[in-house]
């Protein structure tokens, strides 16, 4: 009787064993074939004449197909979002003079399905005399990419519950007030056969302009940075973060101020931040478990903030590296140990090759400087992002960039692949690739290029 049952018992257990190896790979066998044919496949180093290493291409939009313009339009950031409903995925591609957004859930077929116009604000805020703008802090003034004929360079993006965050930067040519454009994403549903020209559903005007816009998911929070709002937080020299309640999406809120004036470290304007990552904190230093804690790039500097209390924000612990020039952006590893960081000045002004900088986040207190990553360019790098075991970054002429950061603790990364979108050059200039988004659930990247448009690339980094 024991002996029968358990034949039985092995029988049934080889039974189920199979069936659930036979259904795992039939599954993999479906998300691969989800996955259409590469149009342009990296091979030999190229995919349709463009420079690669395992990253193929998909598609390529032009600037007159995202813009409806012929001429005088430039692109800057990007982002991403996957319909809830439709699970269609698309590319929020930010313009010198608006937002295009793109379905891109045939990714070798894309569609330009509307536009969000520029903001409809009025002058609600007055600059004081003598204030300096994100844009005239020095940084690439006189380049093509800041030197547009329509609109501000710099425009930033965020979502959150399927809604759009906008806001752009002030320059001194052109003063054009913006506030902070919100934008309900599912209404991009209702596109049908030719682009839909819409406008902001709430315009929030408690700042004149701002030069990033970021949004923690998790706290339904959104931070300006850089921004010009003299009569609340500062002026540009000393703005920090402006904090907004968004959880209401369509009803925006002012939250506070972060302003952070200590002295003894580098800065061109005191208390401006350039861009920050906000997190509910999960990561190795226990004293501050559960807070919600700013990582913020503040031109020479990195410093982090606890911003839990929106009345009370406080500084944690900031640090510098001696040879940094400009602390651009940077982006936390998964696990909240190690922040990455991109110095957009130290190529041009130092004559060196591009680097990665990373510190050592394990105490928010004593944030430490453990080394950086040497590229093979002397290309600017711009905004990166982490995914999963890799650095996703945009580095201006040399592309895409992706390295792999199983050796971050030692600064030891290696570059994987990579899809280069401007092969005439990689010079220390402001041209080429803006951004780059690598979340979607599909694999696929997109990337924003100044002069060139949008690419829908599809990295393999098995």
């Known amino acids: 009787m024991t002996f029968k049952g358990s034949i039985e018992f092995t029988f049934l257990a080889l039974l189920f064993f199979t069936s659930s190896c036979d259904l795992n790979n039939a599954k993999d066998e479906q998300i691969n074939d989800a996955i259409p044919e590469a149009p342009f496949p990296c091979e030999g180093g190229l995919a349709n004449g463009f420079p690669c290493e395992n990253v193929d291409l998909y598609a390529h939009v032009s600037i007159s197909e995202l813009s409806g313009e012929i001429s005088g339009v430039s692109l800057n950031d990007i982002w991403g979002w996957t319909d809830p409903e439709t699970k269609k995925e698309y590319a929020l591609v930010g313009l010198t003079n608006?937002?295009?957004?793109?379905?891109?859930?045939d990714p070798a077929n894309p569609v330009v399905v509307g536009r969000?116009?520029?903001?409809?604000?009025?002058?609600?805020?007055?600059?004081?005399p003598g204030d300096k703008t994100g844009c005239d802090l020095g940084i690439g003034s006189t380049s093509y990419a800041k030197n547009v004929q329509q609109g501000s360079a710099w425009r930033d993006l965020k979502i959150y519950i399927n809604h759009l965050f906008v806001v752009k930067d002030y320059t001194a040519s052109k003063p054009e007030p913006h506030g902070m454009q919100v934008f309900d994403l599912t209404k991009l549903r209702s596109y049908e056969s030719t682009p839909i020209i819409f406008?902001?559903?709430f315009l929030y005007d408690r700042f004149y302009s701002a030069h990033n816009i970021?949004?923690?998911?998790?706290?339904?929070?959104?931070?300006?940075?850089?921004?010009?709002?003299?009569?609340?937080?500062?002026?540009?020299n000393g703005s920090g973060l402006h904090m907004i309640d968004i959880r209401d999406p369509k009803n925006p809120e002012f939250a506070g101020c972060y302003i952070d004036d200590t002295p003894g470290y580098y800065r061109i304007a005191s208390g401006y931040i350039h861009d920050a990552q906000c997190v509910m904190y999960?990561?190795?230093?226990?004293?501050?478990?559960?807070?919600?804690?700013c990582f913020n790039s503040a031109e020479g500097n990195v410093v982090i903030a606890d911003v839990s209390d929106k009345e009370n924000p406080v500084t944690i612990g900031f640090e510098r590296q001696a040879k940094m020039q400009y602390s651009h952006q940077g982006w936390l590893t998964e696990d909240q140990s190690y922040f990455l960081m991109n110095d957009e000045l130290d190529e041009p002004n130092l004559n060196r090759r591009t680097k990665t900088y990373i510190w050592d986040v394990h105490d928010l207190e004593n944030p430490e400087f453990i080394?950086?990553?040497?590229?093979s360019t002397e290309s600017i790098d711009h905004?990166?992002?982490?995914?999963?075991?890799?650095?996703?970054q945009s580095n201006y002429n040399a592309g895409l960039q992706i390295l792999d950061i199983t050796g971050v603790a030692n600064a030891d990364l290696e570059r994987v692949a990579y899809f280069d979108t401007q092969p005439e050059s990689d010079q220390a200039a402001f041209e080429g690739t803006w951004s780059n988004y690598p979340y979607f659930e599909s694999g696929f990247v997109i990337l924003s290029d100044i002069q060139s448009g949008l690419f829908i690339v599809r990295p393999d980094l098995e």
């Open 282 to 293: 999960n990561g190795p230093d226990a004293d501050h478990v559960g807070k919600e804690i």
């Open 371 to 375: 080394g950086f990553y040497e590229h």
């Open 98 to 105: 608006g937002v295009s957004f793109v379905d891109i859930s």
């Open 116 to 128: 969000l116009s520029e903001s409809s604000i009025q002058v609600k805020s007055k600059l004081t």
């Open 383 to 392: 905004n990166l992002y982490i995914k999963d075991n890799y650095v996703y």
């Open 199 to 201: 406008s902001e559903d």
């Open 214 to 236: 970021v949004v923690n998911e998790e706290t339904g929070y959104a931070y300006a940075t850089g921004s010009t709002d003299a009569e609340i937080c500062g002026s540009t």
